[in-house]
């Protein structure tokens, strides 16, 4: 039971650092680019947003305890199984102290938005799944607080305290009115 808690902390540590390594982009962006100038904006009902600038604002809100940085592509393939040809764009927030602190902000195509948003969910029962064992209160942050926020042709997943989700979909939602 002990080598079995010790491999999936190792092989936790080795997906996260992978993902740490990586970046905010968008369908012909630079993925090594910053996160400020990593995606296009997205058209909006009201106006066009820019996936990596409106994560970076939610990111700010959360002021989580934990420094929360943005993952590189393969993160997108690792933790949300997205193929990044059925989406216009995306930026993801992690953090590498295993805590709850996640957002992902991606805009899938007209034709992958239910699709892309069922991925989303399945990554909220795989966080939860990763922690229920090894840190039952992270797991229990995740139960109550995380969510999925959609508006327009924006998907977000939001995970943290109770007062953090709070202020990140402030802000998403105040960024698309």
Same mark, same amino acid.
């Given at each position: ?21 990586? #970046? =905010? ?12 100038? #990593? +995606?296009?904006?997205?058209?909006? %009902? ?5 996936? @990596? ?35 216009? #764009? ?6 590498? +102290? ?47 607080? %995380? ?8 998907? =977000?997943?939001?995970?943290?305290? @109770?007062?953090?989700?709070? %202020? ?10």
């Amino acid at each position: 039971m002990r080598l079995k808690k010790i491999t999936k902390t190792a092989m936790a540590v080795a997906l996260l650092t992978a993902v740490l390594l990586s #970046g =905010c982009a968008s369908k012909g962006g630079n993925p090594d680019s910053d996160a400020s100038s #990593g +995606s296009k904006p997205a058209a909006s %009902a009201s106006k066009a947003v820019d996936p @990596a600038a409106l994560a970076k604002q939610m990111v700010e809100a959360l002021a989580s305890p934990v420094e929360m940085t943005v993952a590189e592509k393969s993160a997108i393939d690792n933790y949300y199984g997205l193929d990044t040809a059925a989406l216009d #764009g995306y930026c993801i927030y992690m953090n590498s +102290s295993f805590e709850a602190a996640e957002i992902a902000l991606v805009v899938p195509k007209a034709d992958q938005k239910d699709a892309v948003k069922k991925l989303l969910e399945q990554r909220l029962e795989q966080m939860k799944e990763s922690f229920i064992d090894y840190k039952p209160e992270v797991y229990q942050t995740v139960k109550d607080n %995380a969510k999925i926020l959609e508006q327009n042709n924006l998907l =977000c997943l939001i995970s943290g305290s @109770a007062a953090e989700v709070t %202020a990140a979909e402030k802000v998403f939602t105040d960024a698309l009115k």
